[in-house]
């Protein structure tokens, strides 16, 4: 029964059995969250749960797949005692140039090229074969051209990162509603105002897919350039770590990876909400 029917049924005077009687709202809503957690981070806890029962009672080799809390404890103390703080603040700034200056080209590129289809035939066929190309395997050109200090390493992250962007953006710019332009152009808008008000904001959206995925390329690209020629970093922290067989603090590095993965999606999926709110 509702609370309007129970008020009702008191207000004649019936008398209600104590199974009538509603659950109380804080348990009602308290009820409400844990349900929403469990449907959308359920099979996350299970994971977890099993990989420490699973390390724990001995079902998996607890020394190549440690227990969690010895991997938080690992983090902590990394944390805790500054062991990572160079790490996390050179990783952060190889990608994040890398990122800038992958947004500050691909973004305006990838604008032009949407909206001016001749320049789009021209360089579609180079940018294609550049994409299908691994990064990767590039990275031994960008040592030799670049040298193996920090120039060859921000340059493998922002090529990686410089296509999602680009292309996202002139896919974007090229799903824009074409009558929300005519609609436009009949209203004497001049081709500025098109731009600034139909088809960046129809774009945004797109746009912020490619960002999005571009910021996770950025660290995953971050870990192989760090484990080829640095001492610093969180990636050379997981080699590192590896070679001395400190397999919990090894999956720390790479549970700190995961973090700032996290956070860096969410900031971007805010700025998204706040500049895109009309979609």
């Given at each position: 029964?509702?609370?309007?029917?129970?008020?009702?049924?008191?207000?004649?005077?019936?008398?209600?059995?104590?199974?009538?009687?509603?659950?109380?709202?804080?348990?009602?809503?308290?009820?409400?969250?844990?349900?929403?957690?469990?449907?959308?981070?359920?099979?996350?806890?299970?994971?977890?749960?099993?990989?420490?029962?699973?390390?724990?009672?001995?079902?998996?080799?607890?020394?190549?797949?440690?227990?969690?809390?010895?991997?938080?404890?690992?983090?902590?103390?990394?944390?805790?005692?500054?062991?990572?703080?160079?790490?996390?603040?050179?990783?952060?700034?190889?990608?994040?140039?890398?990122?800038?200056?992958?947004?500050?080209?691909?973004?305006?590129?990838?604008?032009?090229?949407?909206?001016?289809?001749?320049?789009?035939?021209?360089?579609?066929?180079?940018?294609?074969?550049?994409?299908?190309?691994?990064?990767?395997?590039?990275?031994?050109?960008?040592?030799?051209?670049?040298?193996?200090?920090?120039?060859?390493?921000?340059?493998?992250?922002?090529?990686?990162?410089?296509?999602?962007?680009?292309?996202?953006?002139?896919?974007?710019?090229?799903?824009?509603?074409?009558?929300?332009?005519?609609?436009?152009?009949?209203?004497?808008?001049?081709?500025?105002?098109?731009?600034?008000?139909?088809?960046?904001?129809?774009?945004?959206?797109?746009?912020?897919?490619?960002?999005?995925?571009?910021?996770?390329?950025?660290?995953?690209?971050?870990?192989?350039?760090?484990?080829?020629?640095?001492?610093?970093?969180?990636?050379?922290?997981?080699?590192?770590a590896q070679y001395n067989f400190q397999i919990p603090l090894m999956?720390?590095?790479?549970?700190?990876?995961?973090?700032?993965?996290?956070?860096?999606?969410?900031?971007?999926?805010?700025?998204?909400?706040?500049?895109?709110?009309?979609?």
């Amino acid at each position: 029964m509702s609370y309007e029917d129970i008020h009702h049924a008191r207000a004649y005077g019936f008398r209600l059995s104590p199974d009538a009687e509603p659950a109380p709202r804080w348990l009602s809503n308290a009820t409400g969250v844990i349900a929403q957690v469990l449907a959308r981070y359920g099979l996350v806890i299970a994971f977890l749960v099993l990989w420490q029962a699973a390390s724990t009672l001995g079902w998996v080799n607890a020394s190549i797949f440690p227990p969690l809390d010895q991997i938080l404890g690992a983090l902590w103390n990394a944390i805790a005692s500054g062991a990572f703080a160079d790490d996390i603040a050179i990783s952060l700034q190889r990608s994040g140039i890398a990122f800038v200056a992958a947004v500050g080209l691909g973004v305006p590129l990838g604008l032009f090229m949407g909206q001016v289809r001749a320049v789009e035939q021209a360089l579609d066929p180079l940018l294609q074969f550049f994409r299908q190309t691994s990064a990767l395997a590039l990275y031994p050109v960008f040592i030799l051209l670049l040298g193996l200090g920090e120039s060859s390493k921000v340059f493998v992250i922002f090529w990686a990162t410089l296509f999602p962007i680009l292309l996202s953006t002139i896919g974007g710019v090229k799903e824009v509603d074409r009558k929300l332009i005519e609609m436009a152009r009949t209203y004497g808008a001049g081709s500025l105002q098109i731009f600034s008000r139909v088809v960046l904001p129809a774009s945004m959206p797109a746009i912020f897919v490619g960002l999005r995925l571009s910021a996770t390329t950025a660290l995953l690209l971050l870990i192989a350039a760090e484990m080829i020629g640095a001492n610093k970093g969180i990636g050379f922290q997981v080699m590192n770590a590896q070679y001395n067989f400190q397999i919990p603090l090894m999956f720390a590095a790479i549970l700190l990876l995961a973090l700032l993965g996290l956070a860096a999606n969410a900031a971007l999926v805010f700025l998204q909400r706040r500049l895109c709110r009309w979609a």
